[in-house]
């Protein structure tokens, strides 16, 4: 048996073995078999998760969708944009593209010649298209072919061929190094998505895997999440002196806005939205401080932007205090 448990690949010998351990468990069960032989000194470890080489910008995305020239290259900007796995990728359709919504279904997947149902069922879903991945359709070529991604003859392509006769070689053209797989494609989309700040339950529900298997793979990616969880829970305290000390209820119509009170971690005073401001200081946290330097606060907003600046939010040396407010429009 340990001998046979080698002689199987080693990309499937984990599954084989446990597939075989399954078969032979049954066998037990139903007394053919008074103990299992691909369990007594057959170890069966899980083998090693390939390494995960995400791109590091979109210029090198795009520097490899430029050596595959206008038939495949936008497969490779629609790919990373997406986070489709590379079966999902050859598997849609023109149908599948809703425009109107922005939205891209994956209802089946392409491999080994044949359409088949995607892996799971959270595999089966809807994915938001951002820009990049609208500007790869409208640069396809013109085509009555339904299949939206269609190989030089019209019919499907096999991810496993285009990875070697297409895939690798633009990489080595364009200069990547290390190479990397199609997969990576996948990865690079939940890198920057994490790294942009999208929440794990939704990159999870978009990339149609569990939140676990995010969190596992990619959690270490969402550097700012605690500082984030700090930052809203400072908002909702903040929200609350507001609303108890000092928002009139006599007031017209008011508008609900997001507010970021900056500081550098050094000291000095707060910015609001990226402008510097020594209406607030950090260590007034009482609710007469609220009172007295939220309304100047709130006046000074008028002038701001109004929405949340998030480039601040980049900077590791800065502390960010969200403030929910209402206020009269200007």
Same mark, same amino acid.
């Given at each position: 048996?340990?001998g046979?448990?080698?002689?199987?690949p080693e990309?499937?010998?984990?599954?084989?073995?446990?597939?075989?351990?399954?078969?032979?468990?049954r066998?037990?069960a139903?007394?053919?078999?008074?103990?299992?032989?691909?369990?007594?000194?057959v170890?069966n470890p899980?083998?090693?998760?390939?390494?995960?080489?995400?791109f590091?910008t979109?210029r090198?995305?795009e520097a490899?969708?430029?050596?595959l020239?206008?038939?495949?290259?936008?497969?490779v900007?629609?790919?990373?944009?997406?986070?489709?796995r590379?079966?999902?990728?050859f598997g849609l359709e023109?149908r599948?593209?809703?425009?109107?919504?922005?939205?891209?279904?994956?209802?089946r *997947?392409?491999?080994n010649g044949?359409l088949k149902?995607t892996?799971?069922r959270?595999?089966t879903? *809807?994915?938001?298209?951002?820009?990049?991945a609208?500007e790869?359709?409208?640069?396809?070529?013109?085509?009555?072919?339904p299949i939206?991604?269609?190989?030089m003859?019209g019919?499907?392509?096999?991810f496993r061929?285009?990875?070697?006769?297409?895939w690798r070689?633009?990489?080595?053209?364009?200069?990547?190094?290390?190479?990397r797989?199609l997969?990576d494609?996948?990865?690079?989309?939940?890198?920057?998505?994490?790294?942009a700040?999208?929440?794990v339950?939704?990159?999870?529900?978009?990339?149609?895997s569990s939140?676990?298997?995010?969190?596992?793979h990619?959690?270490?990616?969402a550097?700012?999440?605690?500082?984030?969880?700090?930052?809203l829970l400072?908002?909702?305290?903040?929200?609350?002196a507001?609303?108890a000390a000092w928002t009139?209820?006599?007031?017209?119509?008011?508008?609900t806005?997001?507010?970021?009170?900056?500081r550098?971690?050094g000291?000095?005073?707060?910015?609001?939205?990226?402008r510097r401001?020594s209406?607030?200081?950090p260590?007034?946290t009482?609710?007469?401080?609220?009172?007295?330097?939220l309304?100047?606060a709130?006046? %000074?907003?008028?002038t701001a932007?109004?929405?949340?600046?998030m480039a601040t939010?980049r900077n590791?040396?800065q %502390?960010?205090?969200?403030?929910?407010?209402?206020?009269?429009?200007?």
């Amino acid at each position: 048996m340990y001998g046979w448990r080698f002689s199987v690949p080693e990309g499937h010998r984990f599954e084989a073995t446990q597939a075989l351990r399954q078969v032979l468990n049954r066998a037990v069960a139903w007394g053919l078999l008074d103990y299992n032989p691909a369990k007594r000194g057959v170890p069966n470890p899980a083998r090693r998760a390939k390494e995960k080489r995400p791109f590091e910008t979109w210029r090198e995305v795009e520097a490899v969708a430029a050596q595959l020239g206008p038939v495949y290259g936008p497969i490779v900007i629609f790919a990373a944009a997406t986070g489709l796995r590379p079966s999902e990728l050859f598997g849609l359709e023109q149908r599948d593209v809703d425009r109107q919504l922005g939205i891209i279904h994956v209802r089946r *997947a392409y491999a080994n010649g044949r359409l088949k149902h995607t892996k799971t069922r959270l595999s089966t879903r *809807a994915v938001p298209l951002q820009a990049k991945a609208l500007e790869a359709l409208d640069r396809l070529p013109m085509s009555d072919n339904p299949i939206l991604f269609p190989n030089m003859r019209g019919g499907r392509i096999d991810f496993r061929i285009f990875g070697r006769k297409h895939w690798r070689p633009a990489q080595i053209k364009a200069g990547i190094e290390p190479v990397r797989g199609l997969y990576d494609l996948r990865h690079t989309y939940a890198t920057f998505a994490l790294r942009a700040g999208i929440p794990v339950f939704a990159v999870s529900r978009f990339m149609g895997s569990s939140i676990a298997m995010i969190d596992r793979h990619y959690g270490h990616l969402a550097l700012d999440s605690r500082e984030h969880a700090v930052a809203l829970l400072d908002a909702l305290a903040l929200e609350r002196a507001v609303d108890a000390a000092w928002t009139s209820h006599q007031r017209p119509a008011r508008t609900t806005r997001l507010r970021a009170l900056v500081r550098e971690d050094g000291g000095g005073s707060w910015t609001l939205g990226g402008r510097r401001a020594s209406f607030l200081s950090p260590h007034q946290t009482t609710k007469e401080a609220d009172q007295q330097e939220l309304p100047e606060a709130l006046s %000074r907003a008028r002038t701001a932007d109004p929405l949340l600046t998030m480039a601040t939010a980049r900077n590791p040396r800065q %502390r960010i205090r969200l403030v929910w407010a209402d206020f009269a429009p200007i």
